[in-house]
T-cell receptor
Protein backbone atom coordinates (compact mmCIF):
# COMPACT_ATOMS: atom_id res chain seq x y z
CA UNK A 1 0.00 0.00 0.00
CA UNK A 2 0.89 3.66 -0.09
CA UNK A 3 2.76 5.34 2.72
CA UNK A 4 4.40 8.65 3.53
CA UNK A 5 7.21 9.08 6.03
CA UNK A 6 8.22 12.46 7.39
CA UNK A 7 11.19 13.41 9.48
CA UNK A 8 10.47 13.31 13.16
CA UNK A 9 9.75 16.54 14.90
CA UNK A 10 9.42 18.86 16.52
CA UNK A 11 11.77 21.18 14.67
CA UNK A 12 12.84 24.42 16.33
CA UNK A 13 14.69 27.09 14.40
CA UNK A 14 15.68 30.70 14.79
CA UNK A 15 14.24 33.29 12.46
CA UNK A 16 16.02 33.45 9.08
CA UNK A 17 17.41 29.94 9.42
CA UNK A 18 17.26 27.42 6.57
CA UNK A 19 14.51 24.82 6.77
CA UNK A 20 14.40 21.28 5.47
CA UNK A 21 11.66 18.81 6.32
CA UNK A 22 12.26 15.42 4.79
CA UNK A 23 9.50 13.40 3.19
CA UNK A 24 9.76 10.05 1.47
CA UNK A 25 6.98 7.95 0.03
CA UNK A 26 6.03 4.49 -1.12
CA UNK A 27 3.47 4.13 -3.87
CA UNK A 28 2.63 1.58 -6.51
CA UNK A 29 1.69 4.06 -9.21
CA UNK A 30 2.61 7.62 -10.14
CA UNK A 31 1.26 9.78 -7.37
CA UNK A 32 0.84 13.50 -7.07
CA UNK A 33 2.65 14.90 -4.05
CA UNK A 34 1.56 17.67 -1.73
CA UNK A 35 2.65 19.70 1.24
CA UNK A 36 -0.10 21.00 3.51
CA UNK A 37 0.30 23.37 6.46
CA UNK A 38 -1.89 23.45 9.56
CA UNK A 39 -1.92 26.43 11.90
CA UNK A 40 -3.15 25.92 15.47
CA UNK A 41 -6.85 25.18 15.68
CA UNK A 42 -7.35 25.30 11.94
CA UNK A 43 -7.78 22.95 9.02
CA UNK A 44 -5.15 22.25 6.40
CA UNK A 45 -4.05 24.65 3.72
CA UNK A 46 -2.37 23.52 0.54
CA UNK A 47 1.16 24.87 0.50
CA UNK A 48 2.45 23.41 -2.75
CA UNK A 49 2.14 20.41 -5.01
CA UNK A 50 3.87 18.49 -7.80
CA UNK A 51 2.18 16.09 -10.15
CA UNK A 52 5.06 14.35 -11.91
CA UNK A 53 8.72 13.50 -11.57
CA UNK A 54 11.15 16.45 -11.49
CA UNK A 55 8.34 18.96 -11.00
CA UNK A 56 9.12 21.65 -8.46
CA UNK A 57 6.30 23.06 -6.39
CA UNK A 58 6.79 26.46 -4.81
CA UNK A 59 4.80 28.93 -2.77
CA UNK A 60 5.54 31.64 -0.19
CA UNK A 61 9.28 30.90 -0.34
CA UNK A 62 8.80 27.17 0.21
CA UNK A 63 9.95 24.68 -2.40
CA UNK A 64 9.84 20.94 -2.92
CA UNK A 65 11.01 18.84 -5.87
CA UNK A 66 9.41 15.54 -6.87
CA UNK A 67 12.32 13.07 -6.95
CA UNK A 68 11.20 9.73 -8.34
CA UNK A 69 14.64 8.13 -8.10
CA UNK A 70 14.79 8.72 -4.36
CA UNK A 71 10.99 8.70 -3.82
CA UNK A 72 11.28 11.97 -1.96
CA UNK A 73 9.59 15.34 -1.76
CA UNK A 74 11.58 17.33 0.79
CA UNK A 75 10.28 20.73 1.83
CA UNK A 76 12.77 23.62 1.95
CA UNK A 77 12.75 27.31 2.73
CA UNK A 78 15.78 29.53 2.69
CA UNK A 79 14.82 31.88 5.50
CA UNK A 80 12.01 31.03 7.89
CA UNK A 81 9.87 33.52 9.76
CA UNK A 82 8.07 33.31 13.08
CA UNK A 83 4.80 33.20 11.14
CA UNK A 84 5.89 29.91 9.54
CA UNK A 85 5.40 28.14 12.87
CA UNK A 86 2.85 25.40 12.18
CA UNK A 87 2.50 21.70 11.51
CA UNK A 88 3.52 20.56 8.02
CA UNK A 89 2.07 17.45 6.38
CA UNK A 90 3.43 15.68 3.34
CA UNK A 91 0.81 13.74 1.39
CA UNK A 92 0.24 11.80 -1.81
CA UNK A 93 -2.62 10.63 -3.95
CA UNK A 94 -2.29 7.98 -6.61
CA UNK A 95 -5.05 9.23 -8.84
CA UNK A 96 -7.09 12.39 -9.26
CA UNK A 97 -10.03 12.27 -6.91
CA UNK A 98 -8.57 9.50 -4.83
CA UNK A 99 -7.89 9.54 -1.13
CA UNK A 100 -4.86 11.30 0.32
CA UNK A 101 -2.26 9.44 2.32
CA UNK A 102 -0.65 11.69 4.92
CA UNK A 103 2.64 11.63 6.72
CA UNK A 104 2.79 11.98 10.47
CA UNK A 105 3.21 15.74 10.38
CA UNK A 106 6.16 17.83 11.54
CA UNK A 107 5.76 20.59 14.09
CA UNK A 108 7.87 23.62 13.22
CA UNK A 109 8.54 26.36 15.75
CA UNK A 110 10.42 29.46 14.68
CA UNK A 111 11.76 31.69 17.44
CA UNK A 112 12.49 35.39 16.99
CA UNK B 1 -9.33 30.25 -4.84
CA UNK B 2 -11.35 27.24 -3.83
CA UNK B 3 -12.92 27.65 -0.41
CA UNK B 4 -14.40 25.00 1.83
CA UNK B 5 -16.56 26.15 4.70
CA UNK B 6 -17.11 23.92 7.71
CA UNK B 7 -19.70 24.61 10.38
CA UNK B 8 -19.79 24.72 13.32
CA UNK B 9 -16.18 25.38 14.24
CA UNK B 10 -16.66 24.32 17.83
CA UNK B 11 -19.41 22.42 19.58
CA UNK B 12 -19.83 21.26 23.15
CA UNK B 13 -22.70 18.99 24.02
CA UNK B 14 -23.89 16.40 26.48
CA UNK B 15 -23.29 12.72 26.11
CA UNK B 16 -26.05 10.99 24.16
CA UNK B 17 -26.92 13.86 21.83
CA UNK B 18 -26.38 13.86 18.09
CA UNK B 19 -24.26 16.48 16.38
CA UNK B 20 -24.34 17.48 12.73
CA UNK B 21 -21.33 19.03 11.00
CA UNK B 22 -21.66 20.69 7.61
CA UNK B 23 -19.05 20.93 4.90
CA UNK B 24 -19.68 23.26 1.96
CA UNK B 25 -17.69 24.02 -1.14
CA UNK B 26 -18.39 27.71 -1.65
CA UNK B 27 -17.15 28.43 -5.14
CA UNK B 28 -16.81 25.08 -6.82
CA UNK B 29 -18.62 21.81 -7.25
CA UNK B 30 -17.38 18.72 -5.51
CA UNK B 31 -18.59 15.26 -6.44
CA UNK B 32 -16.39 13.85 -3.73
CA UNK B 33 -15.76 15.09 -0.23
CA UNK B 34 -13.70 13.47 2.50
CA UNK B 35 -14.12 13.35 6.26
CA UNK B 36 -11.12 13.09 8.55
CA UNK B 37 -10.60 12.81 12.26
CA UNK B 38 -7.53 14.19 13.98
CA UNK B 39 -6.37 13.46 17.51
CA UNK B 40 -4.08 15.91 19.32
CA UNK B 41 -0.58 16.06 17.86
CA UNK B 42 -1.40 13.35 15.35
CA UNK B 43 -1.98 13.11 11.64
CA UNK B 44 -5.34 12.98 9.91
CA UNK B 45 -7.22 9.73 9.80
CA UNK B 46 -9.59 9.29 6.87
CA UNK B 47 -13.01 8.24 8.12
CA UNK B 48 -15.02 8.11 4.94
CA UNK B 49 -15.34 9.27 1.38
CA UNK B 50 -18.58 11.06 0.63
CA UNK B 51 -19.98 10.72 -2.87
CA UNK B 52 -22.72 13.00 -4.17
CA UNK B 53 -25.92 11.10 -4.73
CA UNK B 54 -24.68 7.78 -3.40
CA UNK B 55 -23.65 6.07 -0.21
CA UNK B 56 -20.44 7.04 1.52
CA UNK B 57 -17.48 4.69 1.55
CA UNK B 58 -16.25 4.11 5.08
CA UNK B 59 -12.75 3.16 6.13
CA UNK B 60 -12.16 -0.02 8.02
CA UNK B 61 -13.02 0.32 11.68
CA UNK B 62 -15.32 3.34 11.26
CA UNK B 63 -18.87 2.67 12.40
CA UNK B 64 -21.36 3.57 9.68
CA UNK B 65 -24.26 3.85 12.08
CA UNK B 66 -22.27 6.06 14.39
CA UNK B 67 -21.00 8.49 11.79
CA UNK B 68 -23.76 9.19 9.29
CA UNK B 69 -22.71 10.91 6.09
CA UNK B 70 -25.02 12.56 3.60
CA UNK B 71 -23.89 14.21 0.37
CA UNK B 72 -27.13 15.46 -1.12
CA UNK B 73 -25.72 18.11 -3.44
CA UNK B 74 -22.53 19.00 -5.27
CA UNK B 75 -21.67 21.61 -2.65
CA UNK B 76 -22.74 20.10 0.66
CA UNK B 77 -21.83 17.06 2.71
CA UNK B 78 -22.86 16.49 6.31
CA UNK B 79 -21.43 14.29 9.04
CA UNK B 80 -23.73 13.40 11.92
CA UNK B 81 -22.21 11.91 15.03
CA UNK B 82 -25.10 9.98 16.54
CA UNK B 83 -25.50 9.44 20.27
CA UNK B 84 -22.13 11.04 20.90
CA UNK B 85 -20.00 9.96 23.83
CA UNK B 86 -16.82 11.43 25.34
CA UNK B 87 -14.63 9.11 23.24
CA UNK B 88 -16.04 10.80 20.13
CA UNK B 89 -14.47 14.08 21.19
CA UNK B 90 -12.01 15.06 18.52
CA UNK B 91 -11.18 17.48 15.73
CA UNK B 92 -13.12 16.64 12.57
CA UNK B 93 -11.99 18.03 9.22
CA UNK B 94 -13.62 17.81 5.82
CA UNK B 95 -12.11 18.32 2.42
CA UNK B 96 -13.43 18.63 -1.09
CA UNK B 97 -11.97 18.25 -4.52
CA UNK B 98 -13.13 20.13 -7.57
CA UNK B 99 -14.99 17.94 -9.99
CA UNK B 100 -13.93 19.73 -13.12
CA UNK B 101 -10.44 18.58 -13.90
CA UNK B 102 -7.72 16.09 -13.05
CA UNK B 103 -4.91 16.72 -10.60
CA UNK B 104 -6.90 19.17 -8.54
CA UNK B 105 -5.82 19.14 -4.90
CA UNK B 106 -8.13 18.66 -1.97
CA UNK B 107 -9.21 21.84 -0.22
CA UNK B 108 -9.82 21.62 3.49
CA UNK B 109 -12.29 23.21 5.83
CA UNK B 110 -11.13 24.81 9.06
CA UNK B 111 -12.30 21.86 11.12
CA UNK B 112 -14.83 21.30 13.89
CA UNK B 113 -13.72 20.74 17.44
CA UNK B 114 -16.24 18.43 19.10
CA UNK B 115 -16.27 18.12 22.87
CA UNK B 116 -18.68 15.68 24.50
CA UNK B 117 -19.24 16.14 28.20
Amino acid sequence: GNSVTQMEGPVTLSEEAFLTINCTYTATGYPSLFWYVQYPGEGLQLLLKATKADDKGSNKGFEATYRKETTSFHLEKGSVQVSDSAVYFCALDEAPGSRLTFGEGTQLTVNP
Amino acid sequence: GAVVSQHPSWVICKSGTSVKIECRSLDFQATTMFWYRQFPKQSLMLMATSNEGSKATYEQGVEKDKFLINHASLTLSTLTVTSAHPEDSSFYICSARETVSRNQPQHFGDGTRLSIL
